[in-house]
């Protein structure tokens, strides 16, 4: 007789497994292998009722991560079926960026013919439902309101969520646990009943979202109202051509951040573009400063505001509300189009030192300059009025957020110190506000001096300055020497900045150029970099066509599992989940030309002491379209559903004999682990025993290989 677990005596939960609420990722166990049915309890021995409150599971099992491979020249649809180069050059075809930002958005694009595509074949979108402007702010709600729920005029009384992209990247420790406990602090305002909740009383949905959620809603109203804009000015076009679709990311931005990204953008995008169903359009990511650099040359060139040289290098700045994304160029070519390639060994470099950190920094300043009690009449007294994280987004209250319009046009007008400077004046309009002269406090107006706006400016401007020092002295260690800076994006448009950075360039020698439109560089220069106008086109990205998982008996838990799963582990007496699969590569994930998805799996197998040493492992694959992820139960009439086996055995490896003394059993335990590995092509399948790692995931012993298996995307279930 043999059975399965993993689970070890005194289980310990390390910081950085804490699970940040919504994130869409599987929470790091150790998990129980259940091939079958589950075997009874050891005779003599009492069972044991399935606990009160579920156990914690174990962690240091499951490992993901993305790895780069050799680049491939590929081309897929956007369903991940097979390679097609001819449908990724067919014309005409649409090209559409979308520039996602921290805290504003824009969308780009453009109708390639037969013709040779020139920069004035990119259009913006420019009308947001009769908001005319080129970009729109990245601003949230799901109170009921009126308006629009991204209107750059959402209602006061609503909670606006904010600042939803910074909160796509994987979370530290410290980040995770502060997103943990204001979530549990919040979670009381869920709690339904008549002493918190009455008839008119909104429910606050928000706490129920988590980023990607928002990100997802927030740009499915932005690309359904580009999808009329388009539209309008294209009606047949549309329903007639396929679209390529450009997606801009910062320049550091690691792969969860990534994927959830690539993975929101398309469902929106979806959503908005509902109609446009012809086949044959692709996917590409590109780096903001990359797109940003595109645009910003040739639009200087345009304007005779570039006068490089081949092998002159140049810097390219994009300062955005979330973060300053760096990269830097040689020029190779000048005529008889202008060419240029990333300098060799220098990569680009990001840093959250946007002007989001401005707004922060605005608010603490409002809050140390009131006092305690001015502050709180500020606050309302009232949750929405709090500027809180709520559970793991930024929300402001009514007050802040009308302090805060009014600090915009402050923000956005402040060009440094000056001795002849008249302070600001800010109106709190709250009653009961004390006059305190020393706070700078008069009439309900508080006295924001040039002195206080430079500081609130300083963390934002010295940590782009020093990124844009440590750069220059990375080019200039390899022989070279910048010869421009072009700055770019929506906080380069700030005068303190730009002369800032004019400093710092005047004693490099260097000149700083901006253009007129670099709010919209990043998404016009997505689109060229789609259109392959001087440059070398992303490569294509894919969705993984179906969810993996594998058959694992985990600890059962009430939340997560049907009772009838549940039965007792006879080998030590834990209460587990039987036929039960654990998803670990979700369907639509990211997958590069450059690099592939690796999952690791542990799997512990415990076998009586003269069982059987053979056995297997249970793979599943589902392309069912749901919302998270396919039920965990195995078996059902679900045709979206299909598995393939990896048969083992074990009679030749090494297994310690273990003595449970709480469940009086002996068994041998075999240790083994599942990789997957996937590229665009395929998802390979490998089972090794007896591999060891060390404390940091580092294999130490590779082990012995028990079975392997490919599956092809082409026909995954062959």
């Known amino acids: 007789m043999s059975h399965y677990t993993t689970s070890p005596e005194r289980p310990s939960i390390p910081m950085s497994s804490i699970p940040v609420m919504g994130s869409g990722y599987p929470v790091p166990g150790h998990y129980t292998v259940n091939f079958g049915q589950p075997y009874p309890p050891v005779e003599g021995q009492p069972s044991l009722s399935p606990p009160g409150a579920p156990p914690v599971p174990t962690p240091a099992s499951f490992t993901a991560r993305v790895v780069s491979q050799s680049p491939r020249d590929l081309s897929f649809n956007q369903r991940a079926r097979a390679p097609n180069t001819q449908q990724a050059e067919q014309v005409p075809r649409f090209i559409i960026c979308i520039d996602y930002g921290t805290t504003f958005t824009g969308v780009a694009w453009a109708l390639r013919t037969r013709e040779v595509p020139t920069i004035n074949d990119i259009k913006v979108v420019r009308d947001w439902k009769g908001h005319i402007a080129v970009k729109v702010p990245s601003l949230y709600t799901y109170s009921r309101i009126t308006g629009e729920l991204w209107d750059a005029k959402l209602d006061e009384e609503a909670y606006v969520i904010r600042e939803a992209k910074l909160n796509l990247e994987k979370p530290d420790r410290i980040t995770a646990l502060r997103t943990l406990k204001r979530t549990l602090l919040n979670a009381k305002a869920l709690s339904f009943n008549t002493n918190n909740v009455g008839l008119n009383s909104e429910v606050p949905r928000h706490l129920c979202k988590s980023s990607s959620d928002v990100v997802v809603d927030y740009l499915s109203e932005i690309t359904d109202v580009a999808a009329k804009v388009i539209g309008s000015k294209n009606p047949?076009?549309?329903?007639?051509?396929?679209?390529?679709l450009i997606i801009t990311h910062p320049a550091e931005w690691d792969y969860r951040a990534r994927n959830l990204t690539f993975r929101s953008v398309n469902k929106a995008f979806r959503e908005g573009f509902s109609e446009s169903t012809v086949p044959g359009g692709v996917i590409r990511m590109a780096s903001e400063p990359e797109a940003c650099a595109q645009y910003t040359m040739k639009h200087g060139q345009d304007e005779d505001l570039v006068r490089l040289?081949?092998?002159?290098?140049?810097?390219?700045?994009?300062?955005?509300?979330?973060?300053?994304?760096?990269?830097?160029?040689?020029?190779t070519q000048v005529e008889p189009t202008f060419q240029f390639e990333k300098i060799n060994g220098i990569s680009p470099i990001s840093g959250r030192f946007g002007a989001t950190k401005i707004d922060a920094a605005f608010t603490k300043f409002v809050e140390d300059r009131l006092g305690p009690e001015n502050y709180t009449l500020l606050l309302g007294g009232s949750n929405r009025a709090r500027p809180d994280h709520q559970g793991e987004?930024?929300?402001?209250?009514?007050?802040?957020?009308?302090?805060?319009?009014?600090?915009?046009?402050f923000k956005e007008n402040f060009a440094g110190r000056s001795s002849t400077d008249e302070p600001d004046l800010l109106d709190l309009l709250i009653e009961g506000i004390q006059d305190n002269a020393e706070r700078g406090i008069e009439h309900n107006q508080l006295r924001i001096s040039s002195a206080d706006m430079e500081n609130m400016f300083k963390l934002s401007v010295n940590g782009t300055i020093q990124l844009i020092s440590k750069q220059l002295t990375l080019v200039d260690g390899q022989g070279l020497r910048v010869k421009t800076i072009f700055l770019s994006g929506g906080f380069s448009q700030s005068p303190y900045l730009r002369s800032r950075v004019q400093q710092i360039a005047r004693g490099w020698r260097i000149d700083t150029v901006w253009g007129r439109e670099s709010q919209t560089a990043v998404a016009q220069g997505g689109v060229m970099l789609g259109l392959g106008i001087n440059c070398e086109r992303p490569n294509v990205c894919v969705e993984c066509p179906f969810y993996i998982?594998?058959?694992?008996?985990?600890?059962?838990?009430?939340?997560?599992?049907?009772?009838r799963q549940e039965y007792q582990d006879s080998f030590d007496n834990k209460i587990r989940a039987k036929d039960n699969v654990k998803w670990l590569v979700n369907k639509g994930d990211l997958i590069t030309t450059n690099e592939r998805i690796e999952i690791?799996?542990?799997?512990?197998?415990?076998?009586?002491?003269?069982?059987?040493?053979?056995?297997?492992?249970?793979?599943?694959?589902?392309?069912?379209d749901c919302v998270g992820q396919p039920p965990t139960q195995l078996e059902g009439d679900d045709y979206t559903r299909w598995t393939k086996n990896l048969d083992y055995d074990l009679q030749?490896?090494?297994?310690?004999?273990?003595?449970?003394?709480?469940?009086?059993?002996?068994?041998?335990?075999?240790?083994m682990h599942l990789d997957i590995t996937v590229d665009q092509q395929k998802a390979?399948?490998?089972?090794?025993?007896?591999?060891?790692?060390?404390?940091l995931g580092n294999i130490?012993?590779?082990?012995?290989?028990?079975?392997?298996?490919?599956?092809?995307?082409e026909d995954p279930r062959a």
């Not at 987004?393 to 046009?409: P, Y």
């Not at 009586?608 to 069912?624: D, E, H, M, W, Y």
Request: glycine content about 6%; hydrophobic content about 40%.
């Open 236 to 244: 047949r076009s549309l329903r007639e051509f396929p679209i390529d």
């Open 309 to 331: 040289r081949p092998g002159q290098c140049f810097m390219v700045v994009d300062a955005g509300g979330g973060t300053v994304d760096l990269v830097s160029y040689r020029v």
């Open 393 to 409: 987004h930024t929300v402001l209250g009514r007050n802040l957020q009308r302090l805060h319009r009014q600090f915009q046009v």
């Open 549 to 563: 998982g594998v058959v694992l008996a985990e600890r059962w838990m009430m939340y997560n599992h049907d009772t």
């Open 600 to 624: 690791t799996q542990k799997i512990i197998r415990k076998i009586a002491q003269k069982g059987n040493k053979a056995g297997r492992v249970q793979l599943v694959f589902s392309t069912l």
């Open 652 to 671: 030749y490896a090494t297994l310690p004999l273990i003595r449970n003394r709480e469940a009086n059993t002996a068994y041998h335990q075999a240790t």
């Open 684 to 695: 390979d399948f490998e089972l090794v025993v007896n591999r060891t790692v060390d404390a």
């Open 700 to 713: 130490t012993l590779s082990g012995r290989q028990l079975r392997n298996r490919t599956v092809f995307f």
